[in-house]
């Protein structure tokens, strides 16, 4: 079982920053793929960004060049550094971790983008 813990959410304004953390509970970034997704109020799921256990990284057309995925193994946490962000950005953001059938998720962070 993987335990994922997010957090650094908040109000933010347009342009602004943040960086969002996500601390698992073990030590599994050599083993699974983790991934930042969001959601938006009355809109589905979507992906953000993905670093691969060998360390590939991906992001959605959206969010690449100003979203930055990267992970510290000694603290067992990933990050999502997201810059010069947007009020479409307003969503809560989820942490993912998975490996084959297996995927396990966050409570999610509030990001919140407005004047």
């Known amino acids: 079982q993987v335990q994922l813990v997010e957090s650094g959410g908040g109000l933010v304004q347009p342009g602004g920053s943040l960086r969002l953390s996500c601390a698992a509970s073990?030590?599994?970034?050599?083993?699974?793929?983790m991934g930042w997704y969001r959601q938006a109020p009355g809109k589905e799921r979507e992906w953000v960004a993905t670093l691969t256990s060998g360390g590939s990284r991906m992001y959605a057309g959206s969010v690449k060049d100003r979203f930055t995925i990267s992970r510290d193994n000694a603290k067992n946490t990933v990050y999502l550094q997201v810059n010069s962000l947007k009020p479409e950005d307003t969503a809560v953001y989820y942490c993912?971790?998975?490996?084959?059938?297996?995927?396990?998720w966050g409570q999610g962070t509030q990001v919140t983008v407005s004047s």
């Open positions: 993912n971790a998975n490996r084959g059938g297996a995927a396990y």
């Open positions: 073990g030590s599994i970034f050599g083993i699974y793929n």
